[in-house]
């Protein structure tokens, strides 16, 4: 029944996933992909597996193939590295290597089944193994989901320990010794009853000869010398020198210049156009017509930015109309009317919520619709990217989550086959799941067609970069609980509508695969959280609006732990009960996720009386298997609520560098406070109408509170950190603002209802 239960949920990917695994059968996944180093070797360099190079000079490379963006994952997968060969982290060269398969990220979709993070059943753990291998057949290379350090913990240090086992092995024979004579440090092998030793170059050349090792053996936690500990971060000079490492600073000799003009309707074909003149403007020199998967434009090539930035502007064009509504309000009727549907997926359906409310007393009911908008990415570095065509050879440099699908889309695009597309991944600055997509690298690399084998770098506006995103959708939740003598919930029945974000993305990234079943992401973050209630169910409907989504920063989280915390508290408020401990209560069969609520409570020193204008609220998610709870301090004063502190505690399993962690729980909440004071997209003739910072702006410094942070190990498995700061935020806010005014705000953002110093 479970089984069958499951199927009819089955996750949303693609009838090929499936198909594709019982094909090429446990024999394709188990093999693994060829070493891509091995074809690109400098002089005295030798490769012992994807992630580790050793040069007879005594130059160790790590190959950390997942994107920089500011979160830290370059240190911490090198930290991997270095535990186990044995090397300080400063003795290394860290580079993000090459778009390949070998590199997929196994633990990215390893979770994108219907189960929750702490269901460890059966058909769970079945599921798990199952998508690991889909990621693995499709070679899906990309930083996501919150997977990079899960994904790399023991493949990073399986490579750092075979290798320093094939180098012990050479050197065994070298010295003439056996292999259990020998010891490392850092980077030497050392024989210490004769006081010989080499160092791993010396012996590299005749190490990479051997065969590897096929499951060496890694450290104890206890032995650990790096991980577990706060690093200095390896891409720090760079970025406090202003050293050119990323998409931005790209140079090339006799190189042209680009932007962008894209249709202001998604989708939209040009039904008029005049580039009379654009074409005639000085240092212009040739406008060509854009056509992707993502929609329609062209690109202005041009001897220097700032010449395509004017031509673009003086491009006339007249649109076909959108195919979606033209306005929020039609757009946001779409969503609320979607409420009202049958249709749609119960992902958690515990008992019978039908028979539970159907003699509820209407005293004993709590009622709530809810609503946020649609949120645009905005990383401080527009798209851009610098693309080369010559001699039937792409190279593109571009600062993206998804090397593979970048070089797969790119290579359909100028009919390459993929061996004949280099993607260069420089630091990018800032993503949130923006640069997963291929928009800005697709248009770089048709442009480069028309170049004559010059290179171009493709530069977009920041206004071009507003508003032509995949989105957070904007999403509407109904939602009802009956009360029991206790004021605790014995009924939660939540409806959640938003466009889907995995239908959307097919469309742009794998435009031949159809989607399978419901679409997850609308439930995230309110359909699998530790919470129990006799009756219980979340469904998600899909809302057909087709205006581009995508991965936010959290992506479903992010909306539903607004709409699910928020309601909690006012479950809370009708049925006389402290927030904490209502959660607290609920939370009995997760103990995890009871100590950590448990953990910031004690921080925060709640239930403490406050000064009059002050108050606190609490808020938690489990979001990419991590158990986050944050608090938040608000105070009124003469310009508007203040936010003074932010308490967060947070369940990681095992912490590997804590210093990252903590900066990234600061950094996911600063995000999502951002969005919950003042941050939305809004329509208007079918066009987005925000266009840069001054209308679509973070929270400055001086608006920033104090944060203080625990990390805790407490679940046996670990999580993600790069996301799991953010879904807590805005209703922790929301709840404290209540706790302040008494004025319940059902909708984002709330700066449009209350005024923030």
């Not at 040069?55 to 991997?80: K, Y």
């Not at 982290?89 to 390893?110: C, D, R």
């Not at 008494?742 to 209350?754: A, D, N």
Request: proline share 6%; charged share 20%.
């Amino acid at each position: 029944m479970v089984l069958g239960k499951t199927t009819r949920r089955a996750f949303l990917f693609g009838a090929a996933a499936i198909a594709g695994g019982a094909a090429f059968g446990y024999w394709y996944v188990a093999t693994p992909y060829p070493n891509p180093l091995q074809g690109a070797l400098a002089e005295g360099e030798t490769t012992f597996n994807p992630y580790v190079k050793i040069a007879t000079d005594n130059t160790i490379t790590v190959i950390a193939p997942r994107a920089e963006m500011g979160q830290g994952i370059s240190t911490t997968l090198a930290a991997m590295v270095a535990e186990e060969l044995d090397v300080p982290l400063e003795a290394l060269k860290v580079e993000h290597g090459p778009a390949s398969w070998a590199y997929y990220n196994s633990a990215m979709i390893e979770e994108g089944g219907p189960f929750a993070f702490y269901d460890e059943s059966v058909t769970a753990e079945i599921m798990r193994s199952v998508m690991g291998g889909v990621s693995k057949i499709f070679g899906l290379q990309g930083t996501g989901g919150s997977a990079s350090t899960r994904d790399g913990f023991v493949k990073m240090r399986q490579a750092g320990a075979a290798a320093r086992l094939m180098l012990i092995a050479a050197a065994a024979t070298r010295l003439n010794v056996s292999a259990g004579e020998l010891k490392t440090s850092a980077g030497r092998i050392v024989h210490e009853p004769s006081g010989r030793s080499l160092a791993y170059g010396e012996v590299a050349l005749d190490a990479a000869k051997l065969s590897p090792p096929a499951d060496p053996p890694l450290k104890q936690k206890s032995a650990w010398t790096l991980l577990g500990k706060p690093q200095k971060r390896i891409d720090m000079l760079a970025k406090v020198t202003g050293a050119p490492i990323f998409g931005m600073d790209v140079v090339l000799p006799n190189m042209l210049f680009g932007t962008v003009k894209l249709s202001p309707r998604f989708w939209a074909k040009p039904a008029k156009v005049d580039l009379s003149k654009a074409e005639k403007m000085p240092g212009i020199i040739k406008i060509v017509p854009l056509q992707t998967h993502y929609g329609h434009g062209f690109g202005i090539i041009a001897e220097n930015t700032w010449a395509a930035f004017k031509a673009a502007d003086a491009i006339e064009a007249e649109w076909d109309a959108p195919e979606y509504p033209l306005d929020s309000a039609a757009i946001a009727k779409v969503l609320t009317d979607a409420l009202s549907s049958p249709d749609g997926s119960a992902m958690r359906n515990d008992g019978d919520v039908d028979v539970a409310f159907a003699d509820a007393p209407a005293e004993k009911l709590v009622e709530a619709d809810y609503w946020v908008p649609y949120l645009a990415h905005a990383p401080m570095e527009p798209m851009n990217a610098t693309a080369r065509l010559k001699d039937g050879v792409l190279d593109l440099w571009a600062g993206n989550q998804a090397p593979t699908i970048t070089r797969r889309l790119c290579a359909i695009a100028l009919g390459l086959a993929e061996d004949k597309v280099n993607i260069h991944t420089p630091s990018l600055g800032g993503g949130f799941g923006r640069r997963v997509e291929a928009d800005f690298s697709l248009c770089a690399a048709l442009m480069a067609k028309e170049t004559g084998e010059r290179p171009i770098k493709v530069v977009w506006t920041r206004e071009q970069d507003m508003r032509q995103d995949a989105y957070r959708p904007a999403a509407a939740g109904r939602f009802q609980a009956r009360l029991g003598d206790d004021g605790l919930p014995v009924a939660l029945d939540m409806k959640i509508s938003s466009p889907s974000i995995i239908a959307s993305t097919l469309r742009r990234l794998f435009p031949s695969m159809s989607p399978l079943g419901p679409d997850k992401t609308i439930v995230d973050g309110a359909y699998n959280q530790p919470y129990t209630i006799p009756n219980y169910r979340v469904t998600g409907i899909a809302a057909p609006v087709t205006i581009p989504v995508g991965s936010w920063r959290s992506v479903g989280n992010s909306f539903n732990g607004f709409f699910h915390e928020s309601f909690l508290d006012e479950i809370a408020v009708a049925g006389k009960t402290d927030p904490v401990d209502l959660r607290r209560r609920m939370m009995a069969d997760y103990p995890a996720a009871m100590k950590v609520v448990e953990k910031v409570a004690a921080m925060a020193k709640w239930g403490e009386k406050l000064p009059a204008g002050k108050a606190k609220g609490i808020a938690f998610c489990l979001s990419f298997g991590s158990w986050v709870g944050e608090i938040v301090q608000v105070a009124q004063t003469s310009s508007g609520i203040r936010l003074e502190k932010v308490w967060i505690a947070v369940d990681v399993g095992t912490a590997l560098d804590p210093g990252i962690i903590e900066a990234q729980l600061i950094s996911g909440a600063i995000y999502g406070l951002s969005a919950a004071t003042g941050q939305e997209i809004t329509f208007a003739d079918g066009m987005v109408e925000q266009s840069n910072f001054h209308d679509f702006d973070a929270m400055r410094i001086n608006q920033c509170p104090e944060f203080e942070v625990a990390i805790l190990e407490n679940f046996h498995k670990m999580g993600g950190v790069g996301e799991i700061g953010t879904p807590p935020a805005a209703p922790a806010l929301a709840n404290a603002i209540f706790a302040l005014t008494g004025k319940r705000i059902r909708s984002l953002p709330l700066g449009k209802e209350i005024a923030f110093a």
